[in-house]
């Protein structure tokens, strides 16, 4: 196995088997991606879709290294997760639409145009010139200040956008007239909120989704898994803070109650998501409940 791809196994602690997962999905999926990049004249974007906690960034950091070690190609990893609102512009949406939306996640709590600008600047990025890429801090529920931003300089040849509503249509009117949780049926009794979401997804976030030259989906069993898997996520941050001994600078991390609360604002569009994006998908990765892949599917294939 390269170097390069036991470094990122140890550095993100995973299991030996992925070394099987990297050779039997990971490296033919970024042959058939290098591929397709020569198709294309701006930089080539592959989307990653996924529920919480099902490695989307592994596997985006796993393709970047593949992509630029295997096949000379740069590429730019960018989480739809880092174009999340502000917490004082999400306190603004909860007072003058819905109080629910001062919980980042659901589409309506990202800055669109900032992700579209982004995106676009990259997409046509020459070897001289750089692009500024935000950052979200989980821990505080906040934007990093412009200081934190990355950057991004020179030409890009593939741009990985990953988030857990890359790639989704909106649910159909008709779908959202029945509460899916205690949120919904408590917190949203006049369908309001999910209404709201719904329609933000069904506009500015298509467009954003047009970009998308390719999809790749992390297929979980069932919603069910989630909880579980959020569950790690947010003890790998915490673990992270400890090691950096920043547990009790004013984050926002999370217990296992407001784990279960917070994943209810993403059941209705995750099962959504479990339905129909694997038909829409240029990929289709298989995973079970213990976080093994099982197999993928490629579009006209079987």
């Known amino acids: 196995m ?55 960034s592994t596997i985006s950091e796993f393709l970047k290294v593949l992509l630029e070690k295997e096949h000379n190609l740069t590429c730019a990893v960018l989480s739809i997760d880092d174009f999340y609102f502000t917490l004082k512009q999400r306190m603004v949406l909860a007072n003058s639409i819905h109080p629910l939306l001062k919980t980042r996640g659901v589409p309506g709590t990202h800055d669109i145009p900032l992700a579209m600008a982004v995106l676009g600047e990259l997409k046509d990025q020459k070897a001289h010139e750089n692009t500024q890429l935000p950052r979200f801090n989980k821990a505080n529920d906040d934007r990093h200040g412009p200081e934190l931003w990355g950057e991004i300089t020179g030409k890009v040849d593939v741009i990985i956008f990953e988030g857990w509503c890359v790639g989704l249509p909106p649910q159909d009117e008709k779908a959202l007239s029945t509460p899916c949780n205690d949120l919904e049926k408590n917190e949203d009794s006049k369908g309001l909120w999910r209404s709201y979401v719904n329609n933000q997804l069904a506009e500015s976030y298509q467009t954003l989704f047009s970009l998308i030259d390719d999809l790749l989906v992390l297929q979980a069993p069932s919603f069910d898994v989630v909880y579980e898997w959020r569950l790690l996520q947010e003890q790998k941050l915490i673990n992270s803070l400890q090691g950096k001994g920043r547990l009790h600078e004013g984050n926002r991390t999370l217990d296992n109650e407001k784990v279960k609360r917070f994943i209810s604002h993403y059941q209705r569009l995750t099962e959504h998501a479990l339905n129909c994006l694997p038909a829409r998908a240029s990929w289709v990765l298989y995973q079970n409940a213990q976080h093994q892949f099982t197999k993928m599917v490629t579009a006209g294939k079987k």
Not at 16 to 22: D, G, H, R, S
Not at 31 to 53: E, F, H, M, P, W
């Open 2 to 56: 390269p170097s390069h791809i036991t470094q990122l196994i140890n550095q993100h602690v995973l299991p030996k088997q992925f070394e099987l997962w990297v050779d039997e999905y990971f490296r033919p999926l970024a042959q058939d991606i290098a591929g397709r990049q020569q198709g294309v004249s701006r930089a080539y974007v592959l989307g990653i879709q996924g529920t919480q906690g099902s490695g989307k």
